[in-house]
C-alpha cells in the first residue's frame, strides 16, 4: 500500500504555502485525527538519534520543563478541568485571564516570529491575528514516527464570533507547517466547563513526521479580529512513538514488516491500525 493511497482528501500540489513546501493535511481516521505534514526536499534525510519531547505530560516541577513559553501559559490539575486517561496535569495556553492570574497574551506578530510562522500568517481572510500565547520543544526523530498528543478547544466565541482557534505547529529545517484543532464545538458541561460555553472536547491526534531531523513542536492559541472573548487550548500527554511506520520514505509509501502476515513488501494496512489502537 503506499501513503498517498490512504491521502486522497485533496492534491498536495493545489494546496498553499504556510512557512513550508505544502500545506499540511488533516484526515479524521478511525476516531482520532491524522496530521501530515508535507515538508518536500532540503536537509533531513541522515542518521539521527531520537530525542522525545520532555515532559509530556506537564507533571515535571517547574512548570514547563523542557518546553518554552509565550503568552499566558499556565499548568493546571483537573479541578480546572477534566483530564483524560486519568492524567494529573495539562497545559493550559490562553489567549485571555483564564483561568485568572496568568500573564497576558503576547501579540500575534511576536507568536509568529516564536513559531517561525511568516508574518501575518495566524490571521484570517479580512480578520487580523491580534494576539495569544503559545508553548513549543525541540525534539529528535525519524522518518515513520509519530507523535502523538491529546487536546481540547475552549471558547466564549459566539457562532458568529470572530473565530478565535486553537492551532499545533510542526517545524523542520527552518519551515512551519500549522494545524488548526478547532474541529467541530460542542456545548460545555456547566461543572466542567472551566468558564467558557463551548468547546471541542479532548480529542486524540497524530503527527506522522514524514523525514529524519530535528523537529520543533508547538501548540497555540490566537485572538482574531479583536479581544473582546478568551479561548484556551488545553493538552496534555504528548509522546513520541517510534516505528509505526517502518521503513516510511517521504510520501512515497513504505515495507510492510509482515506483522499482518505479509511478505515485507508493500503493504501495511497493520501498521495503520496498530497505530490508532494504542494511541
Given amino acids: 500500500m503506499s501513503f498517498p493511497v490512504l491521502f ?16 499540511p493535511i488533516s484526515i479524521p481516521f478511525f476516531g482520532k485525527t491524522l496530521l501530515l505534514p508535507t515538508f518536500n526536499g532540503g536537509p ?28 499566558n501559559d499556565t499548568v493546571q490539575a483537573a479541578d480546572f478541568h477534566s483530564i483524560p486517561d486519568a ?33 501575518g500568517a495566524l490571521s484570517a481572510p479580512g480578520k487580523a491575528a491580534v494576539n495569544g500565547s503559545a508553548i513549543k520543544q525541540n525534539l529528535t526523530a525519524k522518518g515513520g514516527d509519530v507523535l502523538t498528543f491529546k487536546a ?10 470572530n473565530a478565535d482557534y486553537a492551532f499545533v505547529t510542526v517545524t523542520l529545517n527552518g519551515k512551519t507547517q500549522l494545524f488548526k484543532l478547532s474541529r467541530a464545538l460542542k456545548v460545555t458541561n456547566p461543572l466542567d466547563g472551566a468558564g467558557f460555553i463551548s468547546e471541542t472536547g479532548y480529542g ?11 523537529y520543533t513542536l508547538g501548540f497555540g492559541v490566537v485572538n482574531v479580529g479583536d479581544t473582546t472573548v478568551a479561548s484556551d487550548l488545553l493538552v496534555d500527554n504528548v509522546q513520541l512513538q517510534p516505528n509505526f511506520f517502518d521503513g516510511f520514505d517521504g510520501f512515497g ?4 514488516r509482515g506483522s499482518d502476515g505479509g511478505d515485507g513488501k508493500d503493504g501495511g494496512d497493520s501498521d495503520v491500525k496498530r497505530l490508532f489502537d494504542n494511541s
Fill in 8 to 23: 486522497e482528501v485533496e492534491s498536495l500540489e493545489n494546496r498553499r504555502l504556510l512557512s513550508g513546501d505544502f500545506s
Fill in 44 to 71: 533531513g534525510g541522515g542518521p539521527v538519534i531520537r530525542q522525545a519531547p520532555v515532559n509530556g505530560d506537564f507533571s515535571a516541577s517547574p512548570d514547563f520543563t523542557g518546553w518554552k513559553t509565550a503568552g
Fill in 87 to 119: 492524567k494529573t496535569t495539562q497545559a493550559v495556553i490562553s489567549n485571555g485571564q483564564i483561568p485568572s492570574g496568568g500573564t497576558l497574551p503576547t501579540t500575534a506578530a511576536s507568536l509568529e516570529t516564536f513559531l517561525n510562522l511568516n508574518p
Fill in 152 to 161: 481540547d478547544f475552549l471558547t466564549n466565541e459566539s457562532a458568529k464570533g
Fill in 204 to 214: 486524540a491526534y497524530v503527527i506522522l513526521l514524514p523525514r529524519n531531523g530535528q
Fill in 253 to 256: 509509501g513504505h515495507r510492510d
